[in-house]
């Protein structure tokens, strides 16, 4: 890492609460990378050699069976991604590649495993991260389990709403092909569902998706804080286990999802 660097990695949550000489020890030999567009990197089955930091840029994770492919997720800054993997020492069951140019700290696996076992700080941090990622799982697999595709739509749109200070036009971030398989939809299945939501007032021209009637979309969708992470996160959030607490304590105070 470029001296520049550092101060923006040593704000990390898994490294925020740590000594100098913890954070030296597990970034003395990690690289800062930059890698353009469509570059693979990683495929599931590999040795995970590094855990892998997005500082900038978007990574998509998928997935494989037989001749089928699904997206799992779309990351942004600032994402940890492979975690699980690093600190069981195990291999991807998730493929990487980026979207556009990203930035990427790439950080050793065996000195992640190795100062986890030696620094206590270190390791609830790294226990926090993944607790984080944890409940966003279960959330979506309650999305995927306990809706049908038509709520999971209108929960995604009403999602993005709230990340965009609650205007009544927002826009996709995804091509409808990525977006079905994040809502575990086929692409036909995903046009039909906005075929309906036109009933609740949704108008689609382009990646531009306009709320022309929020609450009857609200009553489709009934969005629940025990499922849905509606609230946009605090300028200063950046671990999802942060992500999880900042809803929780919003939900308790009364401040809805």
């Keep these: 890492m470029r001296a520049n660097d550092i101060p923006r990695v040593r704000a ?25 567009s469509n570059t693979t990197l ?12 997005l500082l900038d840029g978007q990574v998509e994770l998928q997935g494989t ?15 940890s991604f492979i975690l699980a993997a690093v600190v069981l020492d195990a291999d991807a069951l998730m493929s990487a590649r980026t979207i556009e140019r990203c930035e990427i700290l790439m950080i050793s696996g065996d ?34 389990k306990l809706r049908g595709g038509v709520e999971r739509l209108a929960n995604y749109l009403l999602t993005l ?21 994040l809502l575990g939809m086929t692409p036909e299945n995903l046009s039909r569902a906005f075929s309906t939501l036109q009933g609740y007032g949704v108008e689609v ?4 998706v306009r709320l022309g009637k ?8 009934r969005p629940d804080p025990l499922i849905d992470n509606h609230a946009p996160r605090a300028p200063d959030i950046l671990a999802e286990a942060d992500a999880e607490l ?8 009364g401040g809805g999802n």
């Design 12 to 36: 990390l949550p898994i490294f925020a609460n740590v000594s100098d000489d913890t954070f030296k020890r597990v970034t003395g030999t990690a690289y800062l990378q930059r890698f353009p």
């Design 42 to 53: 990683l495929m599931e089955g590999d040795v995970v050699d590094f855990l892998y930091v």
């Design 214 to 221: 929020v609450r009857d979309l609200e009553r489709l969708a």
């Design 205 to 208: 021209n382009g990646a531009d």
């Design 111 to 144: 000195a992640i495993r190795k100062t986890m076992a030696e620094d206590p700080v270190f390791g609830v941090a790294i226990a926090r991260e993944l607790s984080g990622c944890y409940r966003g799982l279960v959330r979506s697999i309650k999305n995927q």
């Design 65 to 79: 069976w037989k001749d089928k492919e699904t997206t799992l997720a779309i990351l942004r800054p600032v994402s």
């Design 161 to 181: 709403r709230a990340k965009t200070e609650g205007g009544d036009t927002v826009r996709l971030p995804h091509e409808k092909r990525v977006l079905a398989a």
């Design 246 to 253: 900042w809803s929780t304590e919003r939900q308790r105070s």
